[in-house]
């Protein structure tokens, strides 16, 4: 099979199965050393500063260029 041989419905459909069966086996993805200190730096400092973000539409609107 070609993906370029797929309708765009049919490679939307096999991305999700392809998502689905990688989600369902989250447990076995192993983080590396350095993923994991990434981690644990950006929670370290979000602990700090508890800055939670920005919320969806205040970023869409910077996006939009609203």
Same mark, same amino acid.
């Given at each position: 099979?070609?993906?370029?041989?797929?309708?765009?419905?049919?490679?939307?459909t096999?991305?999700?199965?392809?998502? %689905?069966s990688?989600?369902?086996?989250? %447990?076995?993805?192993?983080?590396?050393?350095?993923?994991?200190?990434?981690?644990?730096?950006r929670?370290?400092?979000?602990?700090?500063?508890?800055?939670?973000?920005?919320d969806?539409?205040?970023?869409?609107?910077?996006?939009?260029?609203?």
């Amino acid at each position: 099979m070609k993906l370029d041989d797929l309708s765009t419905n049919e490679k939307v459909t096999l991305a999700q199965q392809l998502w %689905d069966s990688v989600a369902d086996e989250q %447990d076995v993805i192993e983080l590396t050393t350095a993923q994991k200190n990434e981690l644990n730096t950006r929670l370290a400092q979000f602990e700090s500063d508890q800055n939670i973000g920005s919320d969806w539409n205040t970023v869409k609107a910077k996006i939009l260029g609203s």
